[in-house]
């Protein structure tokens, strides 16, 4: 038995290995994203006619390793995929962009504290059961502003 366990245990690490892909590894994280969020909908619209509008929404999520809320935060960005060879009606606001002749909106929903740069210390939860009753929260509120993908990305990674 006792072989057994340390035959377990000295295998594992070599079965569980898995071959890591380093030939992006001097690229941003942001285009590493971007790219691989361009190759994946333009695989899922494949080659043909794009007759009609399409929409993606790209979830993302972080939090730190002792999952604390203030060192937590979820976002989405939305991609619009306009129709091929129609006039399109653009969202103000909104950049038309192109990739692989294909014109596209995107925009991200990244809602934090507008000072989160300067103050990055977020309080969330501060009182006896504010967890549980808002009422209770002695949290200050904050005005809040988006962020956009690329400045979400550089908070994530800390380089911000």
């Known amino acids: 038995m006792l072989f057994r366990t340390f035959i377990l245990l000295f295998t594992l690490p070599i079965v569980a290995q898995a071959d890591v892909d380093f030939s992006d590894y001097d690229v ?6 971007v790219d691989r969020i361009k190759a994946k909908v333009s695989a899922r619209l494949g080659e043909g006619s794009n007759t009609r509008e399409r929409y993606f929404i790209i979830p993302f999520a972080y939090q730190d390793r002792g999952n ?10 939305v991609i619009r995929v306009l129709a091929d060879n129609k006039q399109p009606k653009p ?3 909104l950049k038309l962009r192109k990739y692989r002749n294909r014109e596209f909106e995107a925009f991200t929903i990244s809602w934090l504290p507008h000072d989160f740069l300067s103050n990055p210390h977020l309080c969330v939860f501060d009182g006896a059961g504010s967890r549980i009753i808002p009422e209770r929260n002695n949290c200050p509120v904050s005005t809040g502003r988006n962020f956009t993908l690329a400045e979400t990305i550089k908070l994530d990674v800390g380089t911000l």
């Open 28 to 33: 941003p994280l942001y285009t590493q994203i």
């Open 91 to 93: 969202t103000p606001g």
């Open 68 to 77: 604390h809320p203030e060192f937590s935060h979820s976002f989405i960005s």
